[in-house]
């Protein structure tokens, strides 16, 4: 059964540093991978999609990569603001599309 | 923010009774999912839908049911509540699936307490 794990489990950082959150996972044979972020009481917003045929995904300040030989991704946030604080999700599937496993989160806090 | 309303957003009942969760999208995406989060354990999938009355079960099914009859509706159905689906339910959408997988969107939940 494929399992995900997300180091740290929280974070907090003062405004403007550039951090890393980890996602891996038991299984490697990752094909699709989703970054979340998910506000108290909300439901996830999807960040970043990093397909089958890709390894990497950026959109503005977040830049993502999925290393598909160890099952790992990381999500590179430059510049942290007060507003990235939330809690931030992976989720990989095994290609079909329907069945992403989702991790625990790092929740994360910047501080003005 | 993708067009999806889930209905009720709180609802409290007692075990034993029926209980109907509804998701309306107003994107016309094909896939439709439903999952639970709760402390410890992460989202996991309960059925997603891949076209009108076409669904299958996901990781944690078993207790209950799914429907969807028109593309923009998908329900799912608890026969008989249980203090264990006490939980917050979400839905989500997503344009693409196999082979052509898209971002899924999701809703702001259904908070579920059984008594």
């Known amino acids: 059964k494929q399992e995900v794990t997300q180091i740290p489990a929280a974070l907090s950082v003062p405004e403007g540093e550039n951090l890393v959150l980890n996602c891996s996972f038991t299984?490697?044979?990752?094909?699709?991978l989703q970054w979340f972020r998910q506000d108290p009481g909300k439901g996830l917003t999807s960040l970043l999609l990093?397909?089958?045929?890709?390894r990497e995904q950026t959109s503005g300040r977040l830049n993502a990569s999925l290393d598909k030989s160890s099952g790992r991704s990381t999500l590179y946030i430059a510049a942290s603001q007060p507003g990235d604080s939330a809690t931030y999700l992976c989720a990989g599937d095994d290609n079909y599309g329907q069945n992403f496993v989702f991790g625990p989160g790092t929740r994360l806090s910047v501080l003005p | 923010d993708a067009g999806i309303t889930q209905s009720p957003r709180h609802k409290v009942t007692e075990t034993g009774t029926p209980v109907t969760l509804r998701c309306h999208q107003t994107?016309?995406?094909?896939?439709m999912y439903w999952y639970r989060q709760d402390p410890g354990h992460g989202l996991r999938l309960i059925h997603y839908s891949y076209g009108v009355k076409d669904t299958d079960k996901g990781e944690v099914s078993d207790g209950y049911s799914v429907s969807r009859s028109k593309t923009e509706d998908f329900l799912l159905t608890l026969e008989s509540a249980t203090s264990s689906q006490t939980s917050v339910y979400f839905c989500?959408?997503?344009?693409?699936?196999?082979?052509?997988?898209?971002?899924?969107?999701f809703g702001d939940g259904t908070r579920l307490s059984i008594l």
């Open positions: 990093i397909q089958s045929s890709q």
């Open positions: 994107e016309n995406h094909r896939y």
């Open positions: 989500a959408i997503s344009e693409g699936g196999q082979g052509a997988v898209q971002p899924q969107h």
């Open positions: 299984d490697s044979a990752i094909y699709n």
